[in-house]
């Protein structure tokens, strides 16, 4: 597609249940990342993926997050047993190689209730 | 100590006015981006940049490499530039950005 794109663009559900949250790259992007923005603060990693695998998942914050890419192009972060505060916009960006210029989906903005 | 500190955090002012936004890091990287996020969530690239200055319209970005210290220069400011504005750099070695915390920018007509 023309751009990252990312869905749902909300998504409010009851604690603890489990969610999705699909981002489908620029088509050709090897490289896709997963970020999280709480209210008032900057992104914050969570996993980066280099084709189908995840090269560096060291910012997923508990076992509760998992994150899969399986053909290498979309990619799906799953939340499982949500908590309040997982509340967050959800971002997501894809770049050719992972040394190159990112760019970034409009973000999904989850609200656990 | 966060690994990446903008300042400042809030910054309002007059339209034409000349912006600048510092960026400091206290680790080794590969680039710096500077990203704009306008209200909304969505989050734009400017620049990326790893030695040097870029010019694109009427925004300018400057790296010193040595000092671990960027810039971002809006000139001619305008109210549409009102959004906040994101400095991330790409630790070397690694991938993936590391984000500061962003610089609220205003512009009052």
């Known amino acids: 597609g023309a751009g990252v794109s990312q869905t749902p663009s909300n998504k409010v559900t009851e604690k603890g249940k489990y969610v999705e949250l699909r981002c489908d790259p620029i088509?050709?992007?090897?490289?896709l990342y997963w970020y999280r923005q709480s209210l008032g603060q900057g992104p914050e990693f969570l996993i980066y993926?280099?084709?189908?695998?995840?090269?560096?998942d060291s910012g997923l914050p508990n076992d509760r997050f998992f994150a899969v890419r399986p053909e290498g192009s979309v990619s799906t972060l799953k939340i499982q047993r949500t908590e309040r505060g997982d509340s967050a916009v959800y971002l997501c960006a894809s770049s050719l190689t992972g040394k190159t210029e990112a760019f970034f989906g409009q973000g999904t903005r989850l609200t656990v209730v | 100590k966060n690994e990446v500190e903008q300042s400042p955090q809030n910054l309002t002012a007059q339209e034409g006015e000349f912006i600048t936004i510092n960026c400091s890091y206290s680790v080794g990287i590969s680039a710096l981006h500077w990203l704009q996020q306008h209200p909304g969530g969505g989050i734009v690239s400017l620049f990326m940049?790893?030695?040097g200055k870029k010019k694109h319209g009427r925004l300018i970005a400057t790296i010193n490499i040595q000092e671990k210290h960027s810039s971002l220069h809006i000139t001619a400011s305008h109210p549409r530039d009102s959004a906040v504005y994101i400095c991330?750099?790409?630790?070397?070695?690694?991938?993936?950005?590391?984000f500061g915390k962003g610089t609220h920018l205003i512009i009052q007509p």
């Open positions: 991330a750099v790409v630790r070397g070695g690694a991938d993936g950005l590391t």
């Open positions: 940049l790893s030695s």
């Open positions: 088509s050709g992007h090897t490289a």
């Open positions: 993926f280099q084709g189908t695998g995840a090269a560096d």
